[in-house]
C-alpha cells in the first residue's frame, strides 16, 4: 500500500516537496512513481525511481523543476516541485511495481490515495 501526502495551495513559482509511504510489502524492491491527474484531464505518468534508484522522466515539462529521491530505510519517496504553475495544479498519486518503471499506466499495481497540489496567486 502507497499514501501520498505534502500536497497544498502554493504560490506560482513556489515548491512543495510530496511524500509517498510504502507498507505491506518489500519497499526497495519496487520501483515507485508519480501521477498526476488535472480536473478534466486524464491521468499521466510524471516521474518515476526504479529499485536501483535511477530516475525517469515522462514529461518534459516538469524537467529541470521536479526531483525525485526514495529512502528505503523509511519506506518512503520524495517528489520535490519546484518553481511550480498553475499547470501543475493536479491531484499527484504514487504507484509502485516491482524493479522498473515502465510508460504504462496499467502495469502499477499498488496506488495510493492521491494529494491535492492547488498552484494559484
Known amino acids: 500500500q502507497l499514501q501520498a501526502s505534502g500536497g497544498g495551495l502554493v504560490q506560482p513559482g513556489g515548491s512543495l516537496r510530496l511524500s509517498c509511504a510504502g507498507s505491506?510489502?518489500?519497499?526497495?524492491?519496487?520501483?515507485v512513481a508519480w501521477f498526476r491527474q488535472a480536473p478534466g484531464k486524464e491521468r499521466e505518468e510524471v516521474l518515476c525511481?526504479?529499485?536501483?534508484?535511477?530516475?525517469?522522466y515522462y514529461l518534459d515539462s516538469v524537467k529541470g523543476r521536479f526531483t525525485i529521491s526514495r529512502d528505503n530505510a523509511k519506506n518512503m519517496v520524495y517528489l520535490q516541485m519546484n518553481s511550480l504553475s498553475q499547470e501543475d495544479t493536479a491531484v499527484y498519486l504514487c504507484?509502485?511495481?516491482?524493479?522498473?518503471?515502465?510508460?504504462?499506466?496499467?502495469?502499477?499495481?499498488?496506488w495510493g490515495q492521491g494529494t491535492l497540489v492547488t498552484v494559484s496567486s
Open positions: 504507484a509502485g511495481r516491482r524493479f522498473i518503471c515502465r510508460d504504462d499506466l496499467d502495469s502499477y499495481d499498488s
Open positions: 505491506g510489502f518489500i519497499f526497495a524492491d519496487y520501483a
Open positions: 525511481i526504479d529499485s536501483l534508484r535511477s530516475n525517469t
